[in-house]
């Protein structure tokens, strides 16, 4: 490819609104420009590359028996209707209709088509298991996207669905896929962790997501000092540590307090005690049921609203109650009570049972409660885990500390079992002949974040650096000729034979200086940049830079051929 021929320019600034590496880099080194907020043009050297990751993921998926297809970008609406999805998918649907008023679904996911897909063929035990994949364009209304291509509203992904005749089965495919996405974050050059994760929208009783540790992410999860419980903070589970259930238990009272003691701050200053010593409440509503949900928790923990959802089975329904909540179930922010207030459901954390003699949950303007406890004052609908991990805290059997980590979600795998084959009523035919419900799991593969996060992974301070599999061109040869002729013909029958030896070579030909050739070349990251230039003709040499290397070396042709062979 002549650089002077391809479209898509590269950029010396960049907005200052381009604040991580790979939205930056990725920009301004040609490769993607934005269209509207979340939505990318991939440019000509972004699709090279790509293409490349989706032909790894292509391999390692073929490799294992998955079949490709494709399904179409709208969906009907009354297939995720048959899921109870439209209100519950975690993201806004994105939906519009025909001339003929038939109501679709932009595709966010694909699972409803999936399985309506094959609810209409007549399937045996003996066709099973199989597994079918696609790339397909995805739309989701994020709330916000940000961080270049690490969140989008419209994005390709590889999304593939296995069916089972039991779980048995299930759970061989899914350690297949485990270590098919192991490999294929290899070969991008990338070392993942499969991190317990939420099922979230998605349905099914577990899953996890293959995360790449990077500060750019936003995906926050826990290992253990042994690496054996890798998770997500969405479900981390933690031993709560006794705070003073060797003291006495002492009578409840209401107290006088000042009227200016209202936050945890205040509290703790008032009373001189830690926040481990206060209740806390923390109020939502069902935005489908409108129902309010007071969750109570000792002061020093927070509230890990995906473990409520999950407890209360209403996955991404629930939002933070505001100031017309409040009132309708008679109070206000910062007079919430731990008991007592009618019209709302009232859940408590496991840590209430770490604390004797708590203070506070009956706030009046110029009273509280001392001495509350739970189980002899107070008791809630149930006591569970619906609290956030923190970096140090143990593992439930206090033997392992958790460290924190921050990394990007570049795919993840879902154990689905019968969640949509129940509601879909999608079955087969068993041996004895009788209808069964299909066994499922479903995994995923973002591209273009893929591709935004090996360059949050390898970069300098100059541009990107590829790694070889993904590199948009193996060679970037930069030829400097000025306007001797014969030089530039040498270096036009070089371009020639790296081409004609299968060798992908960025040829830059254009008329400018070389300082500006070499500053485009590490922006751009090709593997190896070679020169040409009248100084190494003199020398019967060639000039290879490896873009990871500082140093550049003098090799003969021969020597440059065998080095690109390896």
């Not at 440019?43 to 490799?63: A, F, N, Q, T, Y």
């Not at 079992?417 to 499922?440: L, P, R, V």
């Amino acid at each position: 490819m002549r650089q002077s021929r391809l479209f898509g320019k590269t950029s010396k600034t960049v907005s200052g609104d381009l604040k991580v590496a790979s939205h930056k880099y990725l920009h301004q080194g040609g490769f993607v420009r934005e269209s509207v907020a979340g939505r990318y043009y991939f440019l000509p050297l972004g699709l090279k590359v790509r293409d490349k990751i989706v032909k790894i993921i292509e391999e390692e998926m073929d490799s294992v028996g998955a079949q490709k297809m494709i399904t179409p970008t709208l969906h009907p609406l009354e297939l995720w209707k048959e899921t109870n999805r439209t209100d519950t998918a975690g993201f806004e649907l994105m939906t519009l209709k025909d001339r003929r008023g038939s109501a679709f679904a932009l595709g966010g996911t694909a699972e409803e088509m999936i399985v309506d897909l094959v609810r209409g063929y007549n399937i045996s035990y003996k066709d099973l298991p199989f597994q079918i994949y696609q790339f397909s364009s995805k739309f989701r209304d994020e709330l916000r996207a940000r961080g270049g291509l690490l969140r989008v509203r419209e994005f390709v992904m590889k999304d593939s669905y296995s069916f089972h005749a039991d779980e048995e089965c299930f759970k061989k495919e899914y350690k297949i896929m485990w270590d098919t996405y192991t490999r294929i974050f290899q070969r991008l050059g990338m070392k993942s962790y499969a991190v317990e994760a939420d099922n979230g929208y998605i349905g099914g009783d577990y899953c996890h997501e293959f995360v790449v540790e990077c500060d750019a992410g936003e995906s926050v999860f826990f290992v253990s000092e042994d690496e054996k419980y890798v998770v997500h903070e969405d479900v981390a589970k933690f031993k709560r540590e006794e705070v003073n259930l060797d003291e006495e238990l002492k009578d409840f009272e209401i107290i006088e307090q000042p009227a200016w003691v209202r936050t945890m701050e205040d509290v703790q200053k008032h009373y001189n005690l830690p926040a481990s010593r206060f209740l806390k409440n923390v109020v939502y509503k069902n935005r489908v049921t409108e129902e309010i949900i007071i969750a109570t928790i000792r002061g020093d923990l927070e509230i890990n609203k995906t473990k409520l959802e999950q407890v209360l089975d209403m996955v991404g329904t629930l939002e933070d109650a505001n100031d017309k909540d409040l009132a309708s179930i008679g109070t206000k922010s910062g007079y919430v009570h731990a008991w007592g207030h009618e019209n709302c459901r009232y859940v408590g954390d496991l840590s209430l049972k770490t604390v004797k003699n708590f203070i506070g949950g009956q706030k009046e303007d110029k009273t509280d409660s001392i001495n509350v406890n739970y189980g002899r004052d107070f008791e809630h609908e149930m006591t569970v885990d619906i609290a956030m991990a923190k970096d140090g805290f143990f593992t439930e059997d206090g033997k392992q500390k958790l460290n924190e980590k921050k990394g990007v979600e570049v795919g993840n795998i879902f154990q689905l079992g019968k969640h949509y084959s129940s509601k879909m009523n999608a079955t087969f035919i068993d041996a004895n002949g009788k209808e069964k419900q299909y066994y499922m799991g479903c995994y995923g593969i973002g591209i273009g974040r893929n591709m935004a996060t090996i360059v949050e992974k390898y970069n300098d301070d100059k541009g990107i650096v590829w790694p070889e599999a993904v590199a948009p061109f193996k060679v970037h040869l930069i030829g400097i000729a000025g306007k001797d002729v014969v030089i530039k013909k040498e270096i036009e029958e070089f371009y020639k034979e790296l081409e004609n030896k299968g060798i992908e070579v960025l040829y830059d030909d254009r008329e400018m200086n070389p300082g500006a050739k070499f500053a485009d070349a590490d922006l751009i990251g090709c593997p190896y940049r070679v020169v040409i230039s009248p100084k190494t003709i003199k020398e019967g040499k060639i000039e290879l830079k490896e873009r990871s290397k500082k140093e550049a070396n003098m090799v003969s042709k021969k020597e440059l051929y065998k080095f690109l062979e390896k």
